[in-house]
T-cell receptor, first 112, second 110 residues
Framework: QQQVKQSPQSLIVQKGGISIINCAYE??????FPWYQQFPGKGPALLIA?????SEKKEGRFTISFNKSAKQFSLHIMDSQPGDSATYFC???????????FGTGTSLTVIP | DVKVTQSSRYLVKRTGEKVFLECVQD?????MFWYRQDPGLGLRLIYF???????EKGDIPEGYSVSREKKERFSLILESASTNQTSMYLC?????????FGSGTQLSVL
């Protein structure tokens, strides 16, 4: 059973546009929510992460929005660039555990 | 920078063969992980280890075993490879809240 549900599976955005990827979870024990970015031929790398005590975190063009009551969080990429074309994974970790639960991934293509 | 090195980028094996996937990290991390990545299924945890000789099953441990004899090295073993184990295998080590991944091993079982 998928603990973290991610959508969409793929996304095509024009250069300069906003890319939005959504994730949802059920387990209220989750208290850490990272996003990983994976380029072809490489392993995933941490992009940005948030804890539920804040509703938004911004790092450059990347923003996580977090809605604790809805148990949803999303990644927004502003001014999307062709270099952002990659697969993005959301994840969640319990406050007691050592295991990350990953979403199914979103393949983002930014068209020049 | 943390380096996680997986021994092979591509591997082709026959059904029934015993397969060893090796992973080495250079940051003295205690926690190491093996994931498999399949299209549409994301990253699924096979096994993880929180110390030398210690291991815990993840979500899909069937058909796999692991070995951690030294802190820097974590091996994934397919006792008798099957075609449904054809996949991308990713090793990771954990530093604080961050996973550092290797580049992966694409395993094909024929």
């Amino acid at each position: 059973q998928q603990q973290v549900k991610q959508s969409p599976q793929s996304l095509i955005v024009q250069k300069g546009g906003i890319s939005i990827i959504n994730c949802a979870y059920e387990n209220t024990a989750f208290d850490y929510f990272p996003w990983y970015q994976q380029f072809p031929g490489k392993g995933p790398a941490l992009l940005i992460a948030i804890r539920p005590d804040v509703s938004e975190k911004k790092e450059g063009r990347f923003t996580i929005s977090f809605n604790k009551s809805a148990k949803q969080f999303s990644l927004h990429i502003m001014d999307s660039q062709p270099g952002d074309s990659a697969t993005y994974f959301c994840a969640a970790e319990k406050n007691t555990g050592n295991q990350f639960y990953f979403g199914t991934g979103t393949s983002l293509t930014v068209i020049p | 920078d943390v380096k996680v090195t997986q021994s092979s980028r591509y591997l082709v094996k026959r059904t029934g063969e015993k397969v060893f996937l090796e992973c080495v990290q250079d940051m003295d991390h205690e926690n190491m992980f093996w994931y498999r990545q399949d299209p549409g299924l994301g990253l699924r945890l096979i096994y993880f280890s929180y110390d030398v000789k210690m291991k815990e099953k993840g979500d899909i441990p069937e058909g796999y075993s692991v070995s951690r004899e030294k802190k820097e090295r974590f091996s994934l073993i397919l006792e008798s490879a099957s075609t449904n184990q054809t996949s991308m295998y990713l090793c990771a080590s954990r530093g604080w809240e961050k996973l550092f991944f290797g580049s992966g091993t694409q395993l094909s079982v024929l």
